[in-house]
């Protein structure tokens, strides 16, 4: 043992979008201990980035007994999980000979690329290396839709015209109210400091509400008010407020005469001149649960306290016609004149601006060749192919971070789509759900084995600079050196001609480092705003030469490019459309919702013992619905929808609305003999398929519960 320790700067950058600081204590080669940010601030330094437990526990991450060391092969069945060490010139010579056989036979595309998001703030590892790989192949089936925000993305084209809507979060600090609606920062993150600045701001006297059908440790921490709501008919409390706002003229006429086009179809609906149904707060109340004085009140707040910041989460628009729900807010906070000023918001919360951009993405590439289909229509593709107006027969799938058995609806048809396979490779940390169906599993590095810069989702006025603390685990090696290597086998040229090092310089060509050493040494920098970041500022301030990208240059409440859709479900003003009639509803009398919890970050960490010991999975479910279940807290139940099942835990609550219950998401599944989940995944009863808006619907499932 020398004993010296030396500190060095991880960036911890996953898809919870934070960008965070890590310090890793590493004695003779081993980190000993993880810190984060301790850095005393100066003049522009702003918060630290403190990183989150997740992020604070990555030694056991790092050094996890089940960490992926070598590469592995396939011995037993598909999915049975049996693999043998093999080496890596083995593995990479009989995966090419694979890929240039299916591709021979079958065309590029019958190879599918499920690759996700794991690590979507890094600028360089990331699973464009196989994108990269793919495109140079000669073509992939790709996977299209965003799963996390497709509703929201949907509405801010056809609202906004960009899906830069995002305000930075220190402008929260210029609001008088916050209402968080269907957004729990506290737990989700959402860019390393969102509720340091809502606690913050709230600190100084700004007003806070939570709208949420859980009380979530962001309405119990940071919410003066919770508003309890039934899931999936939050656009019919916003209608009803936008009732309430005209029928006691408190909407912002000169506002939306001069930025907005279509207010007078959208006042005709809600006045009920369109449909004969007046859309008040007594209509609301029925359909969502919240008392009418309730909408009434909050409506009259948020139109008179300026400015004040609608903040929507994503957990409200991943349901069935979850764009309606964004459209609804975008048009409120329009009403209210709250877009493109401070401390206002534009009510629909996508990327931010000018930082981000200092960090360019690594170049996947583009092949002419490839094909697409829905992320939530993967398994389903795999299963019928072209038969099933898919446009290829796959017959290979590859992996680069991504948990896609796992993250997307319906795992059972995930394992049967899997089986189906003649090859299949993953690169990975763990045995994940994924991992587990593939012929190789190649190791590959975590942040801490390699150089990196990210960035936050949104605004923060930092970049990070992740550097190698530790070599690489095992046999583990770089995603983009897997890639390279690969590349050779398939003869490719061209691949990869560029260092570690030229890479993160051309990445950061435009971040302004003027002295290197300096960055890595401290790990960020930080850079000064004259002011905060506010999403359409220049087009409320100057609205001739800066008009709003939409096709009218305004912000669109009736939209035209909507309307010539011509997609029945799909109006070109935002209006509630009620679910479906539920053919087996009597049976599925309980809607699910799907968190993104602290204890994981989508499906990576849970597999720690210490975020076990945080949380435990467990179903929750409102007392009075568990009383008539005779389920009482702690009970063993078994969670069924039309899709599948899982058996976990009961939380019997008063956090939850009556008639919802909440799985939170990215529990990895495993099925026993008669393909139940045993372990609280909420893809085994979230379905597969998506809306006409290309929503994956995961919180509008319809679930039955009962105890086994
Ligand atoms: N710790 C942690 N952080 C994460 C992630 C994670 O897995 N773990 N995932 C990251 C990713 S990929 C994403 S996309 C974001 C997701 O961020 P969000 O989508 O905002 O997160 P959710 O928890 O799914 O939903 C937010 C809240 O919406 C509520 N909700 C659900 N349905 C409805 C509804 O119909 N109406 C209303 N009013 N509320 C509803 C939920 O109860 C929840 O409290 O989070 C990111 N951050
Ligand atoms: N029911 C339900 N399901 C959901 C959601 C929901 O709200 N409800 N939310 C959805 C959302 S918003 C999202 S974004 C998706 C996320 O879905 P995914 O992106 O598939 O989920 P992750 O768990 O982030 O998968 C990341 C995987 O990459 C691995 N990994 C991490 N770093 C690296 C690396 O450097 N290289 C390689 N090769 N691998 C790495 C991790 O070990 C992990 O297994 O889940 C979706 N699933
Ligand atoms: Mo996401």
């Known amino acids: 043992m020398s004993g010296d320790v030396k500190k060095v700067p991880v960036g911890c950058g996953h898809n919870c979008g934070g960008a965070c600081l890590l310090i890793a204590h590493v004695e003779d080669g081993v980190i000993k201990r993880i810190t984060t940010d301790e850095s005393l601030p100066d003049s522009i330094e702003g918060p630290q980035l403190r990183a989150c437990l997740k992020g604070r526990s990555y030694r056991q991450r790092i050094y996890h007994p089940d960490r992926l060391k070598f590469p592995v092969k396939r011995i037993g069945e598909r999915g049975a999980g049996q ?5 890596w010139d083995e593995a ?33 590892y990331n699973a464009a290396c196989l994108n990269r790989l793919l495109n140079m192949f000669g073509g992939q089936t790709t996977l299209e839709s965003y799963v996390s925000n497709d509703g929201a993305v949907f509405a801010a084209f056809h609202t906004y015209g960009t899906v830069f809507t995002a305000n930075e979060r220190e402008d929260l600090l210029n609001s008088k109210m916050i209402i968080m609606w269907g957004w729990n920062p506290a737990d989700s993150i959402w860019s390393t400091n969102s509720s340091y600045h809502v606690a913050l701001a709230r600190e100084r006297g700004t007003r806070v509400v939570a709208v949420d059908p859980r009380l979530t440790n962001s309405a119990a921490v940071l919410a003066s008010r919770w508003i309890p709501i039934r899931p999936a008919t939050d656009a019919a409390m916003l209608i009803a407020m936008a009732y309430v706002l005209i029928s006691e003229n408190l909407y912002d006429h000169a506002f939306l005469d001069k930025y907005s086009l279509g207010f007078d179809k959208f ?3 809600v006045t009920g001149a369109e449909d004969g149904v007046p859309k008040t707060p007594r209509w609301a ?3 969502t649960g919240v008392p009418a004085g309730r909408i009434a009140e909050l409506a009259v707040e948020y139109a008179t306290t300026k400015p004040a910041a609608l903040v929507a989460g994503y957990g409200p628009c991943r349901v069935e016609h979850g764009e309606q729900f964004s459209r609804a807010a975008a048009t409120l906070a329009a009403m209210t004149g709250n877009v493109g000023v401070a401390g206002g918001d534009a009510g629909i919360q996508i990327f931010g601006y000018p930082i981000m951009t200092k ?14 289909v829905h992320f939530n229509n993967w398994a389903d593709a795999i299963i019928k192919g072209r038969a099933g107006g898919y446009p290829s027969d796959i017959k290979m799938v590859y992996s680069v971070a991504g948990n896609t058995a796992n993250q997307l609806g319906n795992v059972r048809k995930a394992d049967r789509a899997l089986k189906t396979l003649d090859f299949m490779v993953v690169h990975e940390q763990f045995m994940t759900a994924t991992a587990r169906y593939a012929d190789y599993i190649l190791p590959v590095t975590t942040q801490f084995e390699r150089n990196d810069v990210f960035t936050p989702w949104l605004l923060g006025h930092y970049i990070v600079s992740s550097n190698q603390a530790i070599k690489p685990y095992g046999e583990c090696r770089n995603d983009i050196d897997i890639c390279a290597q690969l590349a050779n086998h398939l003869g490719i040229e061209k691949y990869n001609e560029t260092s570690e090092q030229e890479w993160l310089e051309y990445l950061t060509g435009n971040a302004g480092i003027s002295d290197r050493d300096k960055f890595k040494e401290r790990g960020f920098l930080k850079y000064e705003l004259e002011r905060s970041h506010v999403a359409f500022r220049d087009q409320i301030e100057d609205i001739e030469n800066n008009p709003f990208a939409t096709p009218s240059g305004k912000i669109e409440i009736f939209s035209q490019s909507i309307a010539d859709l011509q997609k029945p479900d799909v109006p070109p003003i935002p209006k509630y459309i009620p679910p479906k009639p539920a053919t087996e509803a009597s049976e599925f009398d309980l809607c699910l919702v799907t968190g993104h919890g602290k204890k994981s970050s989508n499906s990576m960490f849970y597999n720690l013992p210490w975020l076990r010991d945080v949380e435990a999975q467990a179903v929750w479910i409102n007392s009075g619905d568990a009383e008539k279940r005779g389920i009482s807290n702690g009970d ?8 599948g099942a899982t058996t976990l835990p009961a939380l019997v609550t008063e956090r939850i609305v009556p008639g919802t219950v ?16 045993v372990k609280g995944c909420s893809n085994a009863v979230c379905p597969d398929g998506h809306t006409s808006t290309a929503i994956t619907p995961y919180n509008s499932t319809r679930v039955c519960i009962k105890k086994p």
């Open 359 to 372: 960090v360019m993405q690594f170049p996947g590439g583009y092949c002419p060749d490839n094909v697409s």
């Open 285 to 287: 109340e029925e359909i």
């Open 92 to 124: 990479l010579d009989a995966i090419a000979q694979k890929m240039l056989d299916i591709k021979e036979k079958h065309g590029p595309t019958a190879i599918m690329n499920i690759s996700h998001s794991a690590t979507n703030c890094h600028a360089y």
């Open 636 to 643: 063993m139940v078994k969670v069924t929808s039309a899709v």
């Open 267 to 269: 006042r005709d609906y």
């Open 83 to 87: 693999f043998e060490r093999v080496g």
């Open 662 to 677: 909440n799985i939170d998401q990215g529990i990895e599944f495993e099925m026993d003999s008669d393909g139940v989940d």
